[in-house]
């Protein structure tokens, strides 16, 4: 089959986070080809009949099909959320060792179709498999993205604009580092429309005891969801829509993705959570933005912390 416009997306596992995507893609009308593989091919088929049923109502048509791994040889993106979830009480570095394994079966399949676009990974451990997904596809680093801290960033914001009501696009403060529990708040560079969190809180001295509970409920926000629900899936795929969106229109967006360090903040050889410039290239810089002193040793340790247990595995 010809490509419309050039914008096929292959999406690999098709659990929560997977079908929430693939939702989003359709009701923004993000690409023009949508194919689904999973190993529950039944859950595929089904799915893919439902998607169908709304293409009416979506922004703009779209095909919708299931797929397999021969389909990924001319896509132009392959979103991996395929991978053992995290269970209550599990984190997210807890589910390393087998998805890692998962991960080289199905890098290796996308890669023996000829596949030559851009992987973006969402599994967890993000930055671990993102950095897997690098070393076993042997794409350029810039074209292999995860969705790093995108999600917590989002999160951050959303708290921020409830605390000095204002609308989340109006706040501009990210989460950096691992997407895990050593992630970190960036205090010293948050502002809302220009004025630096600093100042707002010299003017509302009031809600300085927030702001740690705001962090808090960031970073443990995923295990709160998960003990009411079973799995986080609606944020996190709204935030890989998002990501898609910035590849596929070619828009130079900063995002807080797990991108591949090579000197920026001191640290080379690891994925983790910073802002980057995305394109329909992929990763086109990363953003070196100015830390505290507490926030370097706070980012230091989180990429320390995914070195010391990924470096086993890839010695």
Aim: glycine share 8%; charged share 20%.
């Amino acid at each position: 089959m010809n490509k419309i416009k050039g914008n096929k997306i292959v999406l690999v596992g098709n659990g929560a986070v997977g079908s929430s995507y693939a939702f989003s893609l359709l009701n923004q009308g993000i690409c023009d080809e949508l194919y689904i593989i999973d190993l529950n091919e039944e859950r595929v088929i089904g799915d893919v009949m439902d998607l169908n049923h709304g293409v009416l109502y979506a922004p703009s048509p779209m095909k919708i099909k299931a797929g397999s791994y021969a389909d990924c040889h001319d896509a132009d993106i392959v979103v991996i959320c395929a991978g053992a979830a995290q269970k209550p009480g599990e984190t997210r570095l807890d589910l390393v060792g087998k998805n890692i394994k998962i991960f080289k079966s199905i890098v290796e399949e996308i890669m023996a179709s000829g596949f030559d676009g851009i992987l973006l990974i969402a599994t967890n451990p993000v930055d671990i498999l993102t950095y897997a997904s690098w070393k076993f596809s042997g794409l350029p680093k810039h074209r292999v993205i995860g969705s790093g801290t995108i999600l917590d960033t989002a999160r951050f914001r959303y708290l921020l604009s409830k605390e000095f009501d204002v609308a989340s696009s109006s706040v501009h403060a990210n989460i950096i580092g691992e997407h895990g529990d050593t992630e970190l708040a960036v205090w010293s560079g948050a502002n809302i429309a220009g004025v630096s969190l600093k100042r707002l809180l010299e003017m509302h001295p009031e809600k300085e005891d927030r702001m740690e509970d705001i962090y808090i409920n960031v970073r443990d926000a995923a295990y709160q969801i998960i003990e009411a629900k079973g799995a986080t899936y609606y944020g996190v795929a709204m935030g890989l829509m998002r990501i898609t969106k910035a590849i596929l229109s070619n828009q130079d967006v900063v995002l807080t993705v797990s991108a591949y360090l090579n000197g920026e903040y001191g640290h080379q050889d690891v994925y983790i959570g910073v802002p980057a410039v995305i394109n329909r290239n992929g990763i086109r810089e990363v953003i070196e933005s100015p830390l505290s002193e507490e926030e370097q040793i706070k980012f230091d340790h989180s990429v320390n912390t995914m070195k010391d247990i990924q470096t086993p595995f890839f010695k």
